[in-house]
């Protein structure tokens, strides 16, 4: 059993943005379901055939004391393996009833300040059921292939204020609010307590990963059940993390330098293509000179922040003035330099830079007149008088 809070920001930010109505996130539910001819009805532990009209009325007069821009509502995804489907024959009775005891156990997972414990009646939530699931083209099926199989799932809209209107209920908040991962594993307890469901784990056994059911007479804790969800998920990213290794190292032993070379320029070309597809043609990048700068310093990291740095000032249209000086030296513009004398007559009017007269600069004008006043002021200071000469005339030669 796989139990999910969606985070708009980084998962269906438009699909599920949650900052204003429920319409646009109903809208996209019902439009899902009808693209493969299913019909669509919302409900929750008091109703069964909810409309998207009703389910949006419900959760948008249920924000009062939010701010414009808080989070109004949440979503969550509860998606039951084909195992578990299976063990319930697919039943849609059984999973209505299984996610409101789910809905209960978010209810219970919340902790408060005043120490008060939430039941699924002080919640405002809705949910609709969705029979298929459609493939992104990152498994092996085309991108927009139904799935085959059971992929029976629930989606559920829960409101961020309590049925009372008094309460913030964020579930993406700091853990010592509400623990995801507690929640997860009292989700899976329940489908196994309430439906005698034998959940089956794998182990690494003599180098071969079998199955292990545990015995009836050790039924687990929700903490003991969070504990294993993390030990997965430590061994899922080690796994990955690991596989993503060997197999670029696998691409890069079966490819020759040159294959290797062609596979960086090309990188780069499709790099400096994006960048310039937010420039003006006349100062989009030419693509060899920007090669050139990254041979020049073997592509390392310093070419590659460089040429982010580019991109990044082309984002914000702020394009670099020298961005191949930026490439090779890492100053955005570069230092101008007068001519030395006599540097020929490549200059203003046939005359040098340094022979024309300096460019009035302000308070110029006072400052001259500044020290004339004092010149004179110290002329007419001094002495009148004449010091006799009293040197002897070999002193004076």
């Given at each position: 059993?796989?139990?999910?809070?969606?985070?708009?920001?980084?998962?269906g930010r438009n699909a599920?943005?949650?900052?204003?109505?429920?319409?646009?996130?109903?809208?996209?539910?019902?439009?899902?379901?009808?693209?493969?001819?299913?019909?669509?009805?919302?409900?929750?532990?008091?109703?069964?055939?909810?409309?998207?009209?009703?389910?949006?009325?419900?959760?948008?007069?249920?924000?009062?004391?939010?701010?414009?821009?808080?989070?109004?509502?949440?979503?969550?995804?509860?998606?039951?393996?084909?195992?578990?489907?299976?063990?319930?024959?697919?039943?849609?009775?059984?999973?209505?009833?299984?996610?409101?005891?789910?809905?209960?156990?978010?209810?219970?997972?919340?902790?408060?300040?005043?120490?008060?414990?939430?039941?699924?009646?002080?919640?405002?939530?809705?949910?609709?059921?969705?029979?298929?699931?459609?493939?992104?083209?990152?498994?092996?099926?085309?991108?927009?292939?139904?799935?085959?199989?059971?992929?029976?799932?629930?989606?559920?809209?829960?409101?961020?204020?309590?049925?009372?209107?008094?309460?913030?209920?964020?579930?993406?908040?700091?853990?010592?609010?509400?623990?995801?991962?507690?929640?997860?594993?009292?989700?899976?307890?329940?489908?196994?307590?309430?439906?005698?469901?034998?959940?089956?784990?794998?182990?690494?056994?003599?180098?071969?990963?079998?199955?292990?059911?545990?015995?009836?007479?050790?039924?687990?804790?929700?903490?003991?059940?969070?504990?294993?969800?993390?030990?997965?998920?430590?061994?899922?990213?080690?796994?990955?993390?690991?596989?993503?290794?060997?197999?670029?190292?696998?691409?890069?032993r079966n490819l020759t330098?040159?294959?290797?070379?062609?596979?960086?320029?090309?990188?780069?070309?499709?790099?400096?293509?994006?960048?310039?597809?937010?420039?003006?043609?006349?100062?989009?990048?030419?693509?060899?000179?920007?090669?050139?700068?990254?041979?020049?310093?073997?592509?390392?990291?310093?070419?590659?922040?460089?040429?982010?740095?580019?991109?990044?000032?082309?984002?914000?249209?702020?394009?670099?003035?020298?961005?191949?000086?930026?490439?090779?030296?890492?100053?955005?513009?570069?230092?101008?330099?007068?001519?030395?004398?006599?540097?020929?007559?490549?200059?203003?009017?046939?005359?040098?830079?340094?022979?024309?007269?300096?460019?009035?600069?302000?308070?110029?004008?006072?400052?001259?007149?500044?020290?004339?006043?004092?010149?004179?002021?110290?002329?007419?200071?001094?002495?009148?008088?004449?010091?006799?000469?009293?040197?002897?005339?070999?002193?004076?030669?």
């Amino acid at each position: 059993m796989y139990i999910k809070i969606i985070n708009p920001a980084t998962n269906g930010r438009n699909a599920y943005s949650n900052k204003g109505s429920a319409r646009q996130a109903s809208n996209y539910l019902e439009k899902d379901a009808k693209k493969q001819g299913h019909s669509v009805a919302f409900f929750n532990s008091s109703a069964t055939d909810l409309s998207g009209d009703q389910i949006v009325r419900l959760l948008d007069t249920n924000h009062k004391g939010l701010r414009l821009n808080d989070v109004k509502f949440y979503s969550l995804v509860i998606s039951p393996s084909e195992r578990e489907l299976e063990h319930i024959n697919n039943d849609s009775t059984k999973l209505r009833a299984y996610t409101t005891d789910v809905m209960h156990a978010y209810a219970e997972n919340f902790v408060l300040k005043n120490g008060q414990k939430l039941t699924e009646k002080d919640l405002v939530w809705v949910a609709t059921q969705h029979n298929y699931r459609v493939a992104r083209g990152t498994d092996d099926l085309p991108s927009g292939t139904v799935k085959p199989g059971l992929q029976t799932h629930i989606h559920i809209m829960v409101s961020a204020r309590d049925a009372q209107q008094k309460t913030t209920l964020s579930p993406l908040g700091a853990a010592a609010r509400f623990n995801r991962v507690h929640f997860m594993a009292a989700g899976n307890l329940i489908f196994e307590q309430k439906f005698s469901y034998k959940k089956i784990s794998f182990a690494s056994i003599s180098g071969e990963w079998q199955p292990i059911v545990p015995p009836p007479s050790s039924p687990q804790t929700v903490q003991q059940r969070a504990e294993e969800i993390r030990h997965r998920k430590v061994e899922r990213q080690k796994n990955s993390l690991a596989g993503g290794r060997r197999k670029r190292e696998s691409e890069v032993r079966n490819l020759t330098s040159g294959e290797l070379d062609q596979a960086q320029h090309k990188r780069l070309q499709a790099q400096v293509d994006r960048i310039n597809l937010k420039l003006s043609p006349e100062k989009q990048l030419d693509f060899e000179q920007v090669k050139a700068a990254g041979e020049q310093r073997a592509y390392d990291k310093t070419f590659h922040g460089r040429l982010s740095r580019i991109g990044r000032e082309a984002t914000a249209s702020r394009p670099v003035i020298a961005p191949y000086h930026l490439l090779a030296t890492g100053k955005a513009n570069p230092v101008l330099t007068l001519p030395a004398p006599g540097a020929g007559d490549d200059l203003i009017g046939g005359k040098s830079l340094r022979s024309l007269p300096p460019r009035p600069t302000p308070g110029r004008a006072l400052h001259d007149k500044l020290l004339s006043g004092i010149e004179q002021l110290s002329n007419a200071m001094a002495s009148t008088t004449h010091t006799k000469d009293v040197r002897g005339e070999w002193e004076r030669d």
